[in-house]
């Protein structure tokens, strides 16, 4: 992907930032939005590097004295500095006066921007707006939204970068603008590669304001967790038997099956095709029929997750396909309306049908991970012994005086 499409502007016009626009390509662009009430300066913490967590003292006093900003040379800086350079050497040679002012003049820029972009990188605010689900394959926005809390300077091609753990940042967002005590909100699309936590760590807030001859830049810490869905292909299930396609194979509660749950006396307000003729006949008053409720059987659909001790490399492919094919078959059951129970060889589970939606159980897929083989004694054992505190924690009653406290008091 090009950099041009990683980047959207800070700044459009004012029928680009329409509201009557629904068309979500836009939802990418970046809008002006001024908050209802004043936010207060938080200034956020630097980023530490995942080594500072078990360093020696030596490593985080060298960690804690770093300097809290960052600063590179662009292609264009390193020119400026060359000339610099020989200006100044031919200026010490031949002391000539107009040399010399010529040498200030570049001294002096550099300084002006120098101020200018730490300027431009003071309060300011970074903060990210997950979507609710994320799938592999599925591109998703992602908002990143800029508040500068400074009262009378604004700030000025700020590029923010968001960092991921153990992944390449990639993604970035340029504003070209961002007035004081305002906010603007830009947006990237991401399609996740695999499922599983993509893990957010923080961000990196750049800018080349004034003259694009130096990158000035510095990292902040701000977590975030999304949740990346299993893909989901679909799928043609086999066509169910003839009693099953309404329903039926337990029979349970009132509802609006076939079979006959129960008889009543018939009230105001009951539908009067379900009066039962037979019976009304041979009282004064009309007996009404009610219905079973017809459910069917969960779809149980099992994942392996032990991954034998001899197995090679090709067993994290063949797994990630268990996953993909558990998710589509469960979505393509739920869609149809059957229950689904998605359980392992370890025994978690996990269930879901068209109340309470697929949610569950991709999540639940997303966060699937192979077990050793070596290792399951030791789940095991861990398991029982879980089981065997909750049931203690619930065999325990409580003590006198906790019933005592516990018991209304009535007046005499």
């Known amino acids: ?41 938080v200034e956020q913490r630097p980023l530490l590097p995942a080594r500072g967590e078990n360093a020696s003292r030596w490593t985080r006093l060298l960690l804690a004295l770093r300097p809290p900003r960052k600063l590179k040379f662009t292609r ?52 990210r707006r997950l979507p609710a689900r994320a799938q ?56 996740p590669a695999k499922r599983g936590r993509d893990r957010h760590t923080g961000f990196r807030i750049a800018t080349r304001f004034p003259f694009g001859l130096f990158e000035k830049s510095r990292e902040v810490e701000a977590e975030g967790d999304l949740i990346i869905y299993p893909a989901v292909d679909p799928v043609r299930l086999p066509v169910e038997e003839a009693g099953r396609r309404e329903g039926g194979a337990s ?49 149980q659909i099992v994942v392996d997750t032990v991954r034998p001790a001899a197995e090679g490399d090709g067993f994290a492919q063949a797994f990630e396909r268990r996953i993909r094919e558990a998710a589509s078959r469960a979505v393509a059951h739920i869609k149809r309306g059957d229950g689904v129970v998605v359980a392992t060889t370890l025994g978690e589970r996990v269930r879901g049908d068209r109340t309470m939606g697929s949610d569950g159980i991709l ?23 879980r089981a065997s505190q909750r049931k203690a924690a619930s065999s325990a009653g409580p003590t006198s005086g906790e019933r005592r406290a516990s018991s209304p008091r009535t007046a005499s």
């Open 1 to 41: 992907m090009s950099s041009t499409e990683d980047r959207e502007r800070g700044s459009l016009p004012a029928h680009a930032r329409s509201p009557e626009r629904s068309d979500p390509v836009l939802r990418s662009s970046v809008r002006t939005s001024r908050p209802r009430r004043e936010r207060p300066p």
């Open 251 to 299: 029979l349970s509660g009132r509802g609006g099956g076939d079979e006959t749950f129960g008889l009543r006396p018939m009230r105001e307000g009951d539908d009067p095709r379900d009066i039962y003729w037979r019976k009304s006949t041979m009282r004064d008053q009309l007996v009404l029929r009610e219905r079973t409720r017809e459910t069917r059987p969960d779809v």
């Open 363 to 385: 999540r639940f897929l997303a966060l699937l991970e192979a077990v050793d083989e070596s290792r399951i004694p030791e789940i095991k054992a861990e398991r029982a012994a």
């Open 136 to 191: 592999v394959g599925r591109a998703h926005l992602v908002e990143i939204e800029v508040y500068n809390h400074k009262k009378r300077v604004p700030s000025y091609a700020i590029e923010v970068e968001d960092l991921r753990a153990g992944q390449p940042a990639d993604k970035r967002c340029f504003f070209l603008k961002i007035s004081p005590s305002s906010a603007q909100v830009a947006a990237y699309r991401r399609t």
């Open 76 to 127: 264009e800086g390193k020119y400026y500095l060359g000339i610099t350079l020989g200006v100044g050497f031919a200026a010490i040679n031949t002391g000539n006066n107009l040399l010399y002012l010529l040498l200030g003049m570049l001294l002096s820029l550099i300084v002006v921007s120098g101020v200018m972009s730490d300027l431009s990188l003071r309060h300011l605010t970074v903060t």
